[in-house]
């Protein structure tokens, strides 16, 4: 019988902590999948966040670092400096990177530090119980948020790629939902297409996943799917946002709204 889908080897080869219908399990794949394909893997290193991957050490068959809660652009950019030969990624949740983690993140891009930021929107806190998030949409219920966010109270939710667009020594910026084969095929070349980016020394990239959290959102497995595509992407459009290094103000134009 011949083989259609096997485990990368660039994963371990051990049973996740990840809730059921949690797709972290598909972006960790096709971060592995890369990693071997472009046969970086023997010089990988990645940076665990503090969240719901925080335990991405545990999976990732290469070498990883655990940073403090936000710092992964921190301790990437340092890694990428010392050792330069090598690929360094970080893979956060949206509480590390766009909370505690906002400040780290925007420098990182400001100086168009050659790494790649996987970064996975799940609009929740997952990990902690399910507070409110700087992604938590509008009128989204939360355990802090138990009336539905209101940007007069709560302010309204940050976008993520939209804001680093703008930014100076970005060289590729990119959003996509994993909610569907073909969703996880345009993911996996966005993912490449990231890592690729670093290996050719053009600037920082990065990847948005939007991801499911059934058990924070209170859905079934296929109901939290069905909502990501229904409406997240009507507030995160999926896209390619940066293909190439340059000018936000008279560069190279982004793709918003583009499938890669």
């Given amino acids: 019988m011949r083989v259609a889908f096997e485990r990368p080897s660039a994963l371990a080869d051990i049973p996740t902590h990840y809730c ?78 766009a909370s505690i983690g906002m400040a780290e993140l925007v420098h990182a891009a400001a100086r168009g530090e050659c790494i790649t930021v996987v970064f996975i929107n799940n609009a929740i806190y997952g990990m902690t119980g399910g507070q409110m998030a700087p992604t938590t949409l509008l009128g989204q219920h939360t355990s802090t948020s138990p009336a539905g966010r209101e940007p007069g109270r709560e302010g309204f939710p940050i976008r993520v790629c939209e804001l680093l667009e703008r930014v100076r020594g970005v060289a590729y910026l990119a959003r996509i939902p994993l909610t569907s084969p073909a969703n996880v095929a345009r993911a996996r070349s966005s993912v490449r297409k990231a890592f690729q980016t670093q290996l050719e020394g053009k600037g920082f990239a990065l990847v948005e996943l939007l991801s499911s959290c059934p058990t924070g959102w209170g859905m079934p497995p296929r109901e939290a799917l069905r909502w990501v595509d229904e409406v997240m992407t009507e507030y995160y459009p999926p896209g390619e946002f940066r293909t190439e290094p340059g000018d936000p103000g008279g560069g190279p134009a982004g793709k918003r709204g583009s499938q890669p």
């Fill in 20 to 97: 059921p219908g949690c797709t972290h399990g598909i972006a960790h794949r096709l971060v592995a999948e890369t990693l071997e394909e472009l046969k970086v893997f023997d010089r990988a290193v990645g940076i665990a966040p503090v969240g719901c991957s925080v335990l991405a050490y545990n999976y990732f068959d290469c070498d990883m670092v655990q940073a403090a809660h936000g710092r992964a652009p921190a301790v990437a950019t340092g890694l990428k400096r010392a050792r330069p030969d090598a690929v360094v990624f970080t893979y956060q949740g949206d509480g590390d990177l």
